[in-house]
């Protein structure tokens, strides 16, 4: 078989970059990789020796691409941020605000000057890729206000229109409802002749049957490439953790007060309708599984509730008793609530410690928090032990893997103890082991009869078991 990548004993320059070892791995033609392994476990740090992003202090890496294109050329690395991965500048809560006068094109007017730059006889690609994706709905939607799984279809799309020699693709199914999943990996089956695939997951659940080999990196060693199937006969990633039994819980008001309020909500954004005459009420003590296709307006209706969204006021929303925008303080309103979202996680850039971000939780603040009391202090190292992350306390938040800095945030959400839960895709990019232990904190909280739950996710199985209702919201249909 013809050798595509040789990696011989490889260590980069930078010690903050190297692996445990030596790294050595060979691409044959015909393969595609899933490399697999826990969070903070060196996939990236692989990556990057992949694509020669990091400079060698020894070894090296040998490329034999059928193209003489640059190296850069033949490789496309795909991290799929969430929704305001899109956008270039974008901040905390603006995919809400459209009265935001920033400039920002349509899917098709990216695609289009992408398909520009690329080889000839790949400019109607754009059409191709569009039907592959069913994807003419978004054309024509500024890529602000896409939502976080067509925020994926949307750079998957600009990825395939430069026709690279070797795909690799950061956590491909993060955000995918289960029919957009589908077709990812039919889509990628589809192009699979076409490009050596790397998929990086968490879980051996998220390598798709046509995945030829696995590659596991753990605590920073690259180990040996072996077989799909007989990487799943191991068992990878399936062990389960006990939650501790510390808390820091107190009661609250009585069960089965109405708690979230919405009549007859209606949401519109340049002609495309997201919610549309929309009631709803949850009660204390209920826990909700918010579910639906990519697009349905999931986050919308949660940035609504949590009044990160400027519409929130316009709309007939009660939260806690009182009507949104009838004087209650929204700091009042918020200091009830835990909150986690994909555009909370793009908003964080903060190059502090881990106990830091979580304590800072206590003042629902993104920016400066200001000084922590020892009191606080001691809440949120309680908490960071409760999910098992107290290595973690001392660690730069900006330098820790994604999965780290999502359970981080989710932390974040539980250290004032809050009456109600809001977690929009608290999972996403997180390995088995930490799915594990985030689902058994939520049980265990939630098996207090006043505290209150909605959650988001498009895996079923990654529901905790404490779920007892379900709102499923269908996309609307465009003009």
């Known amino acids: 078989m013809q050798e595509i990548i040789k990696i011989t004993q490889a260590v980069p320059s930078n010690e903050m970059f190297r692996m445990a070892a030596p790294v050595n791995f060979t691409l044959y033609d015909g393969e595609h990789i899933a490399v697999c392994g826990p969070n903070g476990g060196g996939k990236s740090l692989f990556v990057n020796i992949l694509t020669g992003s990091l400079p060698l202090r020894s070894g090296m890496v040998e490329y034999a691409f059928s193209s003489r294109q640059p190296v850069a050329d033949n490789i496309c690395c795909l991290k799929l941020q969430d929704v305001g991965g899109a956008v270039a500048s974008s901040y905390y809560q603006q995919r809400w605000n459209k009265w935001d006068d920033t400039f920002f094109p349509t899917v098709m007017e990216v695609l289009q000057q992408k398909a520009e730059g690329c080889k000839n006889g790949v400019r109607n690609a754009v059409e191709y890729w569009v039907d592959q994706f069913s994807a003419r709905d978004l054309l024509y939607k500024t890529v602000n206000l896409l939502s976080s799984g067509e925020s994926r279809k949307f750079q998957l799309l600009k990825c395939l229109l430069s026709a690279p020699s070797i795909l690799v693709i950061d956590n491909p199914f993060i955000g995918l409802d289960s029919a957009t999943r589908r077709t990812f990996v039919r889509l990628l089956e589809r192009i699979k002749e076409q490009v050596s695939l790397f998929l990086i997951v968490s879980r ?35 062990s389960e953790i006990r939650l501790p039994e510390s808390s820091v819980y107190r009661e609250t008001e009585p069960v089965g007060l109405p708690i979230v309020e919405c009549n007859g909500v209606t949401v519109r954004y340049d002609g495309f309708t997201i919610l549309d005459r ?54 009042d309103v918020k200091r009830r609530i835990g909150y986690v979202s994909p555009e909370m996680f793009n908003a964080f850039r903060r190059p502090s410690p881990a106990l830091d971000i979580v304590v800072g939780g206590l003042r629902d603040s993104v920016g400066s928090y200001g000084t922590f009391s020892a009191e606080e202090r001691k809440t949120a190292a309680e908490w960071m032990r409760c999910f098992r992350l107290e290595h973690l306390s001392h660690r730069n938040y900006m330098q820790l893997a994604d999965g780290e800095r999502r359970m981080i945030l989710l932390v974040r959400a539980f250290v ?13 990019g997180l390995d088995s082991r930490q799915v594990s232990v985030a689902k058994a904190v939520i049980d265990e909280y939630m098996r207090q009869p006043d505290r209150t739950l909605i959650i988001v996710t498009h895996s079923l199985q990654d529901l905790p078991q404490c779920i007892d209702h379900t709102l499923h919201l269908s996309r609307n249909k465009q003009p």
């Open 204 to 238: 051996a659940e998220d390598i798709p049957d046509f995945i030829t080999h696995v590659l596991s990196v753990e605590k920073r060693i690259v180990g040996e490439k072996v077989p799909r199937q007989n990487f799943l006969e191991k068992g990878a990633f399936m």
């Open 416 to 428: 004032k103890s809050p009456e109600l839960l809001i977690l929009d895709e608290p999972f996403q």
């Open 278 to 331: 929309l009631d709803w009420t949850v009660r204390r003590g209920e826990h909700w599984a918010l579910t639906g296709e990519n697009g349905a307006g999931k986050s919308t209706l949660l940035s609504l509730v949590y009044a990160d969204n400027p519409q929130a006021y316009a709309c007939d929303i009660r939260m806690f008793g009182l009507r949104r925008g009838r004087g209650e303080s929204i700091w």
